[in-house]
């Protein structure tokens, strides 16, 4: 099993990134292959700016997903500045990003519940260590221990300790991988796809555990192609079309009819129901 070998405490909170905005994307592009996947994107969000990246399948989602989690690189711009920052830094050491960033992703579910075998407590306080469990090397403090109870609590699920990931359902485990994104008090949350899979139920009461989140503090950065998934807390939407932002800023500026219906390719309604918004295919 691969472990990353760098430790992290409690996050370095109070160094200068404290008041940095969450992330700044200026002209940021992204080749994979030969293809030119995302296009001199800008955005910017700053503490407590709450923002939806929404796109169709394709639109690049994904790819801004792992530029800001540094598993891909922007093109280098041609004045020399920097086109992607996080926390209002260039470059990260992964675990030192991680204790300020806390991630959840399609991709981490299925490592965290396929490969070796893993128990809830030690997923969620190895995310203390950036490590998928505790190996001999990592020692959790009786404070990491009493915060990795309290995230359990907190996402619902403390009755789940002992039990192992790879037996939960898949809500159940997207809860743990909440709660290990939480344990160290991140000051963002990036959510990719998050209520993918999850039935009527868990979903209503998984967006209610963002919204409280979001209250309390924690900056969500949510990637969807599900315009129903945006919580009320979330002001601001990032439009992706074919790798480029179709449409930025206030929420219900930029989930219009149209805005949605050159988005998506077709023709879509955009309709409210209490402080959510959701769409429809129009005949
Ligand atoms: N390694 C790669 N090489 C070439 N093209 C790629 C690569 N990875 C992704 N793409 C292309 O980049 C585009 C954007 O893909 P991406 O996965 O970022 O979209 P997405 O919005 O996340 O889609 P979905 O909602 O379906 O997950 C797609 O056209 C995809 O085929």
Not at 241 to 259: I, N
Request: proline content about 5%.
């Amino acid at each position: 099993m691969q472990r990353e070998s760098v430790a992290v405490g409690f996050p370095p909170h109070g160094l200068p990134v404290l008041d940095a905005p969450v992330l700044e994307l200026d002209q940021a592009s992204v080749l994979r292959g030969e293809r030119l996947i995302l296009e001199a994107l800008s955005l910017r969000v700053g503490a407590g700016e709450h923002t939806a990246i929404l796109g169709a399948n394709g639109s690049g989602k994904s790819t801004l997903v792992k530029l800001i989690t540094r598993q891909l690189y922007p093109l280098a711009r041609q004045d020399g500045r920097p086109s992607v920052r996080v926390f209002g830094r260039e470059r990260w050491h992964v675990a030192e990003l991680r204790s300020l960033l806390g991630i959840v992703s399609p991709a981490l579910q299925l490592d965290y519940t396929t490969d070796t075998p893993l128990e809830v407590f030690d997923a969620v306080v190895s995310g203390f260590f950036a490590a998928r469990g505790l190996g001999p090397d990592h020692r959790p403090t009786p404070a990491m221990r009493e915060r990795a109870q309290e995230a359990l609590a907190q996402m619902g699920i403390a009755h789940l300790r002992g039990r192992e990931l790879a037996t939960l359902s898949t809500g159940e485990a997207r809860r743990v991988l909440i709660a290990r994104a939480l344990v160290h008090r991140p000051r963002a949350l990036l959510l990719d796809e998050p209520s993918a899979g999850l039935d009527l139920a868990t979903r209503r009461h998984f967006l209610e555990s963002l919204r409280t989140l979001a209250r309390g503090g924690t900056t969500l950065l949510l990637v969807t192609h599900h315009i129903e998934e945006i919580v009320p807390e979330i002001g601001r939407v990032l439009l992706l079309r074919e790798g480029k932002a179709l449409r930025h800023g206030d929420k219900a500026g930029v989930l219009t009819d149209d805005a949605l219906s050159e988005a998506f390719g077709m023709r879509v309604r955009v309709g409210r129901e209490g402080d959510y918004f959701s769409a429809s295919v129009r005949e």
